[in-house]
């Protein structure tokens, strides 16, 4: 392991973030684009971190509050995404029950948990991990933009289902609660720096 | 590495970026607030049926306007009943009260009316009566029957025991003279009581015609009642007629009691003249003992004083009579004859009540009419049957003065006073016909016939002797000596008529008599101016008369 190894940092080298030059970590600005050069990304687990508790704040209205309402005939159903699931399941549509389930909490909720979780290994998990940690980011990078299905759905129906008096859909407050859920949480996941996970192997061989 | 260490550290100072969870947390809450302030409370009401309810669909609301809805309608644990759970809004939060009422509104067809016509297009809904009470509650039991009034219209809820049901239901008018003021609420039949509750509800400003002495009566249907007074026959106005109702008004010569609150029980008088015969509350009960049939006497029949209703006849007391000397009872019955006043008279409870004498109805009119009675029996107050109606045969029981009666006093019968009784009517008449019928009997018929048979031989000779008398009579008759006397005698009158003649007025004699009256008058009429004048001057008859001079007038000088 020892050429694999050997980084920009440990050769006193830092990317600036903003046009990725290799700049001499001493240096405070980048010389090519004059942004600030930091050899990590500044405060990441630190701002993750407040990005992930308000992502989990928003995660309650968004799962208690009616992500849809339905007027139909003057009778006005609010149904919740747990409900919603619940209802399809009564329904018989299984599939689609596990779809946006999966969508709709799974996914979200699994963000969330797992970012958490990688934060906390940066300092406390056993370096031996740090490859399943690397698969686990990207899964939950690539996934975390799908979970916005729920958002999308609802979106479409709302601008598909306008029939006014006979059947009218309406957005609930859950909806702002879950896209905002699904944006801090990217948000949460861009800030983190996955380098940190990589120096802390570093630093054990050290 | 080691110039590194403190760009580390200084990562964990505190950055501005912990706002963005601050600003999540405010926003949370804020929905979660607002999410909960226009949350309204959820209850449950217990139907007995989920007819024409559905979860999520159903509404509540309160005078037409939407303040909830059914979320789901379950079957209670013991199946006696549906649980629905509602959501209501949260202006609803202020009107759930103990006494918050909840029915579902159906079409009904019903004798008053046809009611909730528009569930039919626009489905079936949960109306809401709100409470008023301070408590808050949560868990309400629907009412089957929608509520005749508003829990706070103006008026006065009442309660009327009846011991038959008779014609009413719900929703059947409370009328005064005729005119609807108010309803029947709800029935019920009090199985303690054993009576029917009637809730009734009478319409402001209504309600001040009702006090604590008014009485109510059912005034459904027609009446017919057969009485000592004849056949009588009540209606109702028509709408009452086909639909039953309750009247109410303040019985004649009653002052108007105290004012009533809601709640108040009152007794449901079978008729208006029902009401009549018991109009009052104070009473005073005595026993009359009659020996002499009472059929046509029946509980109710009236009570006179010479004419006047002073009470009615409460019932027989047979049971009583017949409970003490039953061998009494029936032994009297073939005894009578010999002793008329061995116990059989029949004690009869009558019920005499003063404030139908005009006397306020109170305890002191009750004193009084005890007094009264008291000082009344020695003077020969007696109590008679008399037959009231001759169709029917209804008999009355009448109070009156038989001064020649012999004396008699008041008397007890069980825990009643008895007023002494005098047989009147037909049994009076029986009775005499049946004294004189005895007495006839006892005559000594045969002896007064063989006395006659007797009487009537001599009668017989007697006859005979005189037959002979009359035929010696006859022979007198016969002989020549009694013809001869007969013509002397018409010799006789013969005469007497010429010597009656000779005295006639043409005869001389008679004329001749005249002229001898005549004079003789003429002597009398000088005799009478010689008496004159002796009475006028006594001695004229010695001393001759000087004429009396004229009187000369005389000059004065």
């Known amino acids: ?206 | 590495m080691s110039e590194m260490k403190p760009s580390i550290s200084s990562g964990r100072k505190f950055t501005a970026v912990w706002i963005v969870p601050l600003v999540a947390l405010v926003i949370g809450l804020s929905m979660g607030i607002h999410h909960f302030m226009t949350q309204g409370p959820t209850i449950t009401i217990d139907f007995k049926t989920a007819e024409s309810l559905q979860g999520g669909k159903t509404k509540v609301r309160l005078l037409n306007v939407d303040i909830g809805v059914v979320e789901s309608v379950a079957l209670k644990e013991n199946i006696s009943g549906v649980t629905a759970t509602v959501k209501l809004g949260p202006e609803a939060r202020p009107l759930l009260h103990e006494d918050t009422r909840f029915w579902v509104v159906r079409p009904r067809v019903g004798a008053g009316g046809v009611s909730g016509l528009s569930t039919l297009l626009g489905g079936t809904y949960i109306e809401m009566s709100p409470g008023t009470g301070s408590d808050k509650q949560r868990e309400f039991v629907g009412l089957e029957e929608p509520p005749q009034t508003p829990l706070d219209a103006p008026g006065v809820r009442l309660t009327l025991l009846s011991k038959r049901a008779g014609s009413l239901s719900v929703g059947e008018s409370v009328v005064f003279r005729g005119y609807n003021v108010g309803r029947i609420e709800s029935m019920e039949f009090d199985e303690k009581g054993r009576q029917v509750r009637y809730d009734i509800f009478v319409d402001a400003p209504f309600h001040k015609l009702i006090n604590s002495n008014t009485r109510f009566w059912n005034v459904s249907g027609i009446s017919l009642t057969a009485s000592a007074e004849g056949f009588q026959v009540e209606m109702g106005t028509m709408d009452t007629l086909l639909l039953g109702g309750v009247a109410f008004d303040a019985p004649p010569g009653l002052r108007p009691g105290s004012a009533v609150d809601n709640g108040r029980e009152y007794h449901l008088y079978e008729s208006y003249d029902d009401i009549l015969k018991n109009p009052y509350t104070y009473g005073l009960y005595y026993v009359v003992s009659f020996s002499q049939s009472v059929r046509g006497l029946e509980p109710g029949a009236p009570v006179e004083y010479r004419g006047i209703p002073i009470g009615r006849v409460e019932r027989i007391l047979l049971k009583e009579l017949t409970a003490n000397n039953l061998s009494k009872v029936i032994t009297a019955e073939g005894l009578s004859k010999e002793n008329s006043t061995a116990g059989q008279a029949i004690p009869v409870l009558i019920y005499l009540e003063p404030a139908r004498m005009a006397l306020p109805d109170n305890q002191e009119s009750i004193v009084a009419l005890k007094q009264a009675i008291e000082g009344g029996v020695p003077k020969g107050l007696r109590a008679t049957l008399m037959t009231g109606n001759l169709l029917t045969g209804k008999q009355l029981v009448n109070v009156d003065f038989f001064p020649e009666e012999e004396p008699a006093e008041l008397g007890a019968f069980e825990q009643y006073v008895t007023i002494p009784t005098i047989e009147t009517g037909v049994g009076r008449l029986e009775n005499q016909l049946r004294s004189f019928l005895d007495r006839l009997d006892a005559l000594p018929l045969e002896e007064t016939v063989a006395g006659v048979n007797k009487v009537l031989g001599t009668a017989d000779n007697s006859l005979s002797s005189l037959t002979e008398t009359l035929d010696s009579v006859n022979n007198i008759v016969d002989s020549d000596d009694s013809r001869r006397l007969s013509s002397e005698l018409v010799a006789t009158l013969g005469e007497l008529r010429s010597a009656l003649t000779g005295i006639a007025p043409d005869s001389e004699m008679y004329q001749g008599l005249g002229a001898t009256i005549t004079s003789l008058n003429g002597s009398l009429e000088n005799l009478d101016a010689l008496i004159r004048k002796v009475s006028d001057k006594p001695n004229s008859l010695i001393f001759p008369s000087s004429p009396e001079m004229d009187p000369i007038p005389e000059a004065r000088p």
């Not at chain 1, 992502?55 to 919740?80: C, F, H, K, R």
């Not at chain 1, 699904?182 to 720096?193: G, K, L, P, R, T």
């Open chain 1, 1 to 206: 392991m020892s050429e694999t190894h050997a980084t920009a940092t440990s050769r006193g080298l830092a990317s600036c973030h903003l046009c990725l030059k290799l700049v001499d970590s001493q240096r405070h600005h980048c010389p090519r684009c004059g942004a600030s050069v930091h050899l990590r990304k500044a405060d990441s687990i630190q701002r993750t971190l407040a990005l992930l508790i308000a992502a989990s704040i928003l995660y309650i209205p968004a799962n208690l509050m009616p992500i849809m309402i339905t007027d139909q005939l003057g009778v006005s159903i609010e149904s919740t995404i747990i409900g919603g699931v619940l209802l399809l399941i009564d329904m018989g549509s299984y599939a689609i029950a596990a779809v946006i389930f999966i969508a709709s909490v799974m996914v979200p909720s699994g963000k969330l948990l797992t970012m958490y979780y990688l934060c906390w290994s940066v300092r406390h998990a056993s370096p031996d991990t740090v490859n399943q940690r690397t698969i686990t980011y990207r899964i939950t990078e690539f996934i975390g933009r799908w979970s916005m299905i729920d958002v999308f759905v609802v979106a479409v129906l709302v601008a598909l289902i306008h029939i006014d008096n006979i059947l009218v859909i309406r957005p609930g407050a859950a909806t702002i609660a879950f896209a905002s859920v699904v944006m801090i949480s990217m948000v949460a996941a861009e800030s983190f720096d996955p380098r940190m996970m990589w120096d802390q192997v570093e630093d054990s061989d050290e």
